[in-house]
């Protein structure tokens, strides 16, 4: 069983910044790929960004150059840095891990950005 913890979601106002961590436990390899997805009210949940084992990061486009995700495999920990924030940045943000096809997810954490 694998479970992620999200931590570090909050109220900012526009142009600030916000770090998510996320914190895997259980039976997880580091040698899967770890990404941020969000969720905006009313909105389906899309996908934010991912990082590989090796370190290679893919991001939607509307974060490009704002958001930075990163992994440390020794602590089975992976963060979303998150500058130049904008309102419609505002959403749930969750962790995401796909171990042996099956897909876990956090609980999500609120991020508001204030304009």
């Known amino acids: 069983q694998v479970q992620l913890l999200e931590s570090g979601g909050g109220l900012v106002q526009a142009g600030g910044s916000l770090r998510l961590s996320c914190a895997a436990s259980?039976?997880?390899?580091?040698?899967?790929?770890m990404g941020w997805y969000r969720q905006a009210s009313g909105e389906q949940r899309e996908l934010v960004a991912t990082?590989?084992?090796?370190?290679?990061?893919n991001y939607l486009d509307s974060v490009k150059g704002r958001f930075t995700i990163s992994r440390d495999n020794v602590k089975k920990t992976v963060y979303l840095q998150m500058n130049s924030l904008k309102p419609e940045d505002t959403a749930v943000y969750y962790c995401h891990v796909s171990q042996w096809g099956i897909d876990y997810w956090g609980q999500g954490t609120q991020v508001i950005v204030s304009s």
């Open positions: 259980g039976n997880i390899f580091s040698s899967n790929a």
């Open positions: 990082i590989a084992s090796g370190g290679k990061t």
